[in-house]
């Protein structure tokens, strides 16, 4: 039998219970050993709820009970789930966690701490919730060297800009019907200015390109500034607006951004919508493969730490190698470095006039305007580098007949 101790008994700890406990049998026949939670940390009370017989307000308790091998860190945050963490590992414990945030700020260090005790320390619940896509790329790709990894990462902004394209909501509208639902935080921060998005794409990238990749040094943009007219310069081109996190292999190291993004509808992340996410990996041999499903929700969430806790059982023992060399910090390319292709409203007075000034600086370009917004049009730039962009749009901002620059969203190249 292997004993499991939870950390923290709210939506995904309170899934996991649910999850071993309703499919025990399964898990035995998978894991080959019985699995049953011992204890569950959580410092409220639950009357009435079968979780009270296990329940416990003491860490210490979880640390000292030799028949807890595996922990399922459920609290969420840095703090106290990285100090909880250390000293579960130190004492020989597996740790599996759906903790984003704690895996992007100390993944290296967790993973290596776990490799000196003989044990592991797994996260495939961290990205794309119940979406498999950690082990898939470190077993089923693991014959791959991969070239690209970019996908929809967050629910809560592809809900918001689907229903935006649906129904002609704002965005300010539609975030209080996500809050309302449950889909958006109070504080929607993390997930509408980026910062989710951009730790989940830090850990795939550290996992396809094998060196650690800081999420700090990652170039991250939200959806906060996308209005109604962009939505409709989206329409008009045959489009759809997706916050994308995106990492791929350059000249300059690699090459990772979060930012909203104009892509065709052709594109197999086009049908991705709702609270739904996707990944899209491409490999030298195995071409593109794209995986989907659930990014969150407390049993897809719960399912994918379970899954972890299996493997560590399989592995009991044993540290699983997921091809990540913590010990390597990734180059990451500075963002003006990038090549991009934009879409850029423009306001003006004097069409003519601002026609001519930007044909002087940006060369031949593609011009769109819009019936319902008489004040203004956009142009679709040709590829270029970021940096260079930047000096051009700064350029006519100061030139004639243009007046502000309204918006600059990145395109599918």
Request: with cysteine.
């Amino acid at each position: 039998m292997t004993g499991v101790a939870i950390l923290g008994f709210g939506t995904v700890g309170s899934g996991v219970y649910d999850v071993i406990n309703t499919n025990s049998g399964v898990l035995e026949l998978k894991s080959g050993d019985k699995i049953e939670v011992k204890k569950v940390l959580d410092l409220r009370d639950f009357p009435g709820n079968p979780v009270e017989k296990v329940l416990t307000k003491d860490f210490e308790e979880i640390l000292n009970d030799p028949d807890i091998g595996i922990i399922a860190e459920a609290m969420g945050g840095v703090e106290p789930a990285f100090t909880f963490t250390k000293r579960a590992l130190a004492m020989g414990k597996s740790v599996v966690t759906s903790n984003k945030e704690l895996v992007a700020k100390h993944g290296p260090e967790l993973m290596k701490l776990a490799r000196t005790n003989g044990v592991s320390y797994l996260f495939e619940a961290s990205v794309g919730g119940g979406i498999p896509i950690i082990r898939p790329l470190c077993v089923s790709l693991a014959a791959d060297e991969i070239l690209e990894i970019s996908g929809i990462l967050n629910g809560t902004t592809n809900y918001i800009l689907t229903k935006m394209t649906e129904e002609g909501k704002s965005f300010d509208e539609v975030l209080k019907d996500a809050q309302q639902l449950g889909y958006a935080e109070a504080n929607p921060a993390a997930d509408v200015e980026g910062h989710d998005a951009c730790r989940k794409i830090a850990i795939l990238s550290s996992l396809a390109f094998g060196e650690t990749v800081n999420y700090e040094h990652i170039y991250t943009e939200g959806i906060t500034k996308i209005t109604h007219i962009d939505i409709e310069y989206s329409k008009k081109l045959n489009c759809l607006i997706k916050l994308i996190g995106s990492s791929k292999k350059s000249k300059n190291g690699i090459s990772a951004k979060v930012s909203p993004c104009l892509i065709s509808k052709e594109h197999p992340l086009s049908a991705v919508n709702g609270v739904y996410n996707a990944i899209f990996v491409k490999g030298n041999m195995s071409g593109n493969t794209m995986y989907y499903g659930s990014g969150a929700g407390k049993l897809p969430t719960a399912s994918a730490v379970v899954a972890d806790i299996v493997d560590a059982v399989r592995h009991k023992g044993l540290t699983v190698n997921i091809g990540w060399d913590c010990d390597v910090q990734a180059c990451v390319a500075d963002i003006k470095e990038a090549d991009v292709k934009a879409m850029i409203r423009i306001a003006s007075d004097n069409f003519e006039a601002a026609k001519k000034s930007i044909i002087e600086v940006f060369g031949d370009v593609q011009f769109v305007d819009l019936d319902v917004q008489d004040d203004e049009f956009a142009i679709i730039t040709n590829e270029e580098t970021e940096g260079s962009m930047a000096e051009k749009v700064e350029k006519i901002a100061t030139m004639s007949g243009v007046g502000e620059i309204r918006n600059l969203i990145r395109m599918e190249a």
